[in-house]
């Protein structure tokens, strides 16, 4: 079973909305939690990292949440544009690893005009 | 990310032949990977190598080997492949650090098709 699930699979929003991605994660001991975002055709790239003390992270329109209590993490895109449009992925790091990196499926984000 | 590149882009190929994938950083790291995503899935790690000298199976790592040639290259090969190894496959890398910066920086992926 997957160690790190993501909600919904897919959502479509209107240029100019505001939406929230979210991520459950099973990794313990826990270290960090990134969300990366994959433009199609391209790897990921790094938007946000958080510690376990931290429990928001903002990097522009991008705000990532995080409760390790309940290990819950969210993404909030402020304003999307169409450019917002990719797969955003979560991934947690346990802290008994060398690094290793548990990925989540992804959230598929269609911005549309 | 242009610091890390991947070849080729795409590749098809049939059943039962031996392929290669190659993987190059000009970021300076020591660490590099192999992950492949197939849809619906998160990315899965194939290997990954510390440094030259260090190489290490990930999570699904049969039917692949792999050749770290240089600290800068690191070689992905399917001795013989089959359709199920069909997936667009990751090379990635990353400084070590701190173990919580551990921020890995993706190639832009090769995309393998298995007739």
């Known amino acids: 079973k997957n160690q790190v699930e993501q909600s919904p699979q897919s959502l479509i929003i209107l240029e100019g909305k505001n939406c929230t991605l979210q991520?459950?994660?099973?990794?313990?001991?826990?270290?960090?939690l990134r969300w990366y975002k994959q433009d199609t055709g391209r790897g990921p790239v790094s938007l946000t990292i958080?510690?376990?003390?931290?429990n928001t992270k903002s990097n522009g329109r991008y705000t990532a949440t995080l409760d390790a209590d309940t290990k819950q993490s969210s993404l909030h895109i402020t304003a999307s544009q169409l450019s917002d449009s990719a797969s955003y992925i979560c991934?947690?790091?346990?802290?008994?690893?060398?690094?290793?990196?548990?990925f989540g499926a992804g959230t598929q984000v269609v911005v549309t005009p | 990310d242009a610091d890390v590149t991947q070849t080729p882009r795409n590749r098809i190929t049939k059943t039962g032949k031996r392929i290669m994938l190659e993987c190059s950083q000009t970021?300076?790291?020591?660490?590099m990977y192999w992950y492949r995503q197939d849809p619906g899935l998160g990315l899965r790690l194939i290997y990954y190598?510390?440094?030259?000298?260090?190489?290490n199976k990930g999570e699904i790592s049969d039917g692949y080997s792999v050749s770290r040639q240089a600290q800068a290259k690191f070689s992905l090969s399917l001795e013989s492949a089959i359709p199920n190894q069909t997936a667009l496959y990751f090379c990635?890398?990353?400084?070590?650090?701190?173990?919580?910066?551990?921020?890995?920086?993706f190639g832009p992926g090769t995309r393998l098709t298995v007739l």
């Open positions: 990635a890398t990353s400084d070590p650090g701190t173990r919580r910066a551990d921020t890995q920086y």
């Open positions: 991520c459950n994660y099973t990794v313990s001991p826990f270290s960090n």
């Open positions: 958080m510690t376990f003390s931290e």
């Open positions: 991934v947690v790091t346990g802290a008994d690893s060398w690094g290793k990196l548990q």
């Open positions: 970021k300076g790291h020591d660490r």
């Open positions: 190598s510390f440094d030259v000298k260090d190489i």
